[in-house]
């Protein structure tokens, strides 16, 4: 009865004009890239139920037994990929910094506007006065505009709220999402240490944090991850891996805002506990970049971050060189990156970080994946992964991070 049941679901898309499965990148675990790795198959078909990929190739090969299945023809006009991972994204948040970007484009820098209580803080206090359903509201809205985009897993961290009440508010709307838009994946992020709050003290927010909030998250299953900004005025390295290495024992995969806007050698750090990941690395030393190239964690690059802060991009090329894993996200948040299109941070990767096509495909497939722990079951296409991918609207991957911003 199951078995004609889940038969019965079973389509197929064919003459698809590329399917790209990514299994070269698979085969390298995302390292030293090549544009061949993408794994272009022309007139492609796949065959999928709800759940998994049954069957990739050429449509001429699609074997008998499913000659038989709803089928859909693209007619050569549009590709295949695997669904697009945005790896890092502050989604939950309420609140503008409109002001504070006026201020900026005339001028002030970033860490001085934080330096005078604003920034981060200015989201804070918003994010607090703000319902769980204006929240929920709000990150709704916004995961449909990733989605329209390509974007189909998204990961969302906490880290607006800087109390324990606030930050579990925050990761429980990262709940209602997973419940409201089941053809999405989302994966839950605790950055509780995101800024130093302005109504306790330092040594108190960090016990909060060690003591309460993160055993709390971990009760309620409210993040797979635990996530800690390493940088100067926010938290030094020995409190980041104070807090990191309390999240592993509890279970949490683990995260680092790391060598952002000074270098703290916080990418070292990652490498040394092990994290999934190390982000933004603007500052990133020599060091810090051989760490990452002998480590499983992945370098997940934020270009549009370093455009929206008018900072130097980080050295992708150097990184990439070394053998190191590099994922592409957007960092979407109100402050230093206030974008949701994964693909304009493809087409800065390609301009202003001289990353190829491989690479780039790779940073939103199988090393973002691998990022966020799902690279057995996401970012490639072949028969066994989820059911997770994208129909194109044009004829060749290219398109996608060619064009600027659409
Ligand atoms: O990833 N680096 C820390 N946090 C954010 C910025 C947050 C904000 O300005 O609201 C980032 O860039
Ligand atoms: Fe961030």
New binding site residues.
Partial sequence: MAQKKSASTVQAFIHASQVYTGEGILLKEGRMIDSADVGTIPDGAVVFDSKKILWVGPTSELPLKYKSVKKTSLKNKQAIMPGLIDS?T?LV?AGS?AHEFARRCAGTT?QEI?NEGG??L??VKSTREASLETLFELALKRALISYRLGVRTIECKS??GLDHQTELKCLEVVKHLKQALPQMTFISTY?GA??IPTDQKKSQYLDEILHKTLPEVKKKGLAEFCDV?V?EG?FSLSEGERILRAAKKLGFKLKI?AD??GNTESARLAAKVEAHSA??LLKISDKGIQALAKADTVATL?PG?AFY?KAAYAPARKILDAGARVAIAT?F?????YSLNLPLMMNLSALQMGMNLGEIFAGVTYSAAASLGLETRKGTLLPGYDSDFVVLPYEHFEEMYYRMGW
């Fill in positions: 890092h502050h948040f910094r970033y934080a920034g981060i200015t989201t880290g607006y950055l995101h800024a900004f940088d926010y805002h952002e806007m982000d933004h934020l971050t802060l960092d948040n109100p402050g230093s990156c």
